[in-house]
């Protein structure tokens, strides 16, 4: 399984794997993962 990393901004990515979408949002002391909701075995 091979994810896909889009980079939509210096800050934040769309993390693809099929129909399966994830976001991460970077700050300077924190990140935020928005998980779509479907199963994905080990998105780590």
């Given at each position: 399984m091979e994810y896909q990393i889009i980079q939509?901004?210096?800050n934040t990515w769309r993390i693809e794997d099929g129909?399966?979408?994830f976001?991460?949002?970077t700050g300077?002391?924190?990140a935020l993962?928005?998980?779509s909701g479907m199963m994905?075995?080990?998105a780590k």
């Open positions: 939509i901004n210096s129909g399966v979408r976001f991460l949002l300077t002391e924190k993962l928005i998980d994905v075995n080990n």
